[in-house]
């Protein structure tokens, strides 16, 4: 079967967050998938299966980094979206059922695609003993973003302390970090970087779901309802942002980097027993 490796919220290759796609006619096997996502061994492998029998929803999504299933992915949702429109498969809006509900792409005539997610809430925490020391930064102020996004959101100082950090990654689960841009004139609003070590990735090149937590704090900040968030990662990427209530609007593009055959397909062994 097909597979395609894409670069998302990018628009040139080797840079933004690379994921695999699959696009399946049902669903097989759980220990085939998590061997496939362990293999393409990306921060995350979309596989996407039709739903005819259902009417909200065009395709079931699921998104597997290479030791954990998550809740909900942007940059493998732009991911499967820019597959299935550059297949021809849909010319407008695309439904897909996830864990997290039901979630649309539309494509715009520039090639860009907006992803409509549900807003992370946001929930004032005490600033947890031993973060300044884990981050490498003193912490301003700290959020949780609720499940399925990360443990914490944390507030910097400014952009040139989010692109420093060396934090101690034994001790961080899910962190996002977070501070306006240093320069206004940079083409983006705020800075961010992300660590998930808890799912098996130390740094996530540009992560589309935390940026609907990074969105609606920054929101609040400046009372703007449409930011621009840079991600300060090795590869980079932007995230445009609108906040609508409780959906946030993901605008990037994205380009396919490898086209190939998958040749274990699901009806053969797995060598290992992953967990």
């Known amino acids: 079967m097909r597979i395609r ?9 080797f840079s933004g967050n690379p994921a695999g796609v699959v696009l399946l006619d049902s669903w097989p096997r759980e220990d085939w ?7 393409v061994n990306l921060p995350e492998t979309a596989f996407a299966v039709p739903t005819p029998g259902r009417d909200d929803a065009d395709y079931a999504l699921r998104w597997l980094t ?20 550059g297949d021809g498969v849909a010319p407008g809006l695309l439904r897909f059922a996830t864990r997290s509900g039901i979630v649309t792409t539309r494509p715009d ?10 807003t992370a809430p946001l929930t004032p925490q005490d600033i947890p003993p031993g973060l300044a020391e884990t981050l490498g930064a003193r912490p301003l102020s700290v959020h949780s973003p609720g499940p399925g996004i990360a443990d914490l959101l944390v507030e910097l100082a400014d952009e040139r302390t989010v692109a420093g ?4 990654i034994g001790r961080i ?32 090149p540009v992560t589309g779901s935390a940026h609907t937590a990074i969105g609606p704090f920054w929101a609040r900040r400046t009372g703007r309802t449409r930011l621009t968030g840079r991600q300060l990662s090795a590869r980079g990427g932007t995230v445009r942002m609108e906040m609508t209530g ?14 190939g055959e998958l040749l274990a397909g699901p009806g053969q062994a797995v060598g290992s027993q992953l967990t």
């Open 165 to 168: 950090l060396t934090p101690d």
């Open 173 to 204: 689960g899910q962190i996002i970090v977070t501070a306006p841009a240093d320069d206004p004139g940079s083409g983006y609003d705020v800075a961010s970087r992300c660590f998930f070590p808890a799912v098996g990735i130390p740094e996530d």
């Open 33 to 39: 998938l998590r061997a496939v996502a362990a293999e």
């Open 246 to 259: 409780d959906r946030t609007l993901l605008t990037g593009t994205a380009v396919t980097v490898i086209d």
């Open 66 to 85: 290479p030791t954990a299933e998550v809740d909900l992915c942007g940059h493998a949702t732009l991911a499967t979206a820019h597959v299935l429109y």
């Open 109 to 118: 005539a520039h090639g860009a695609i907006t992803l409509d997610f549900p």
């Open 5 to 13: 490796i894409v670069d998302a919220f990018t628009d040139r290759p």
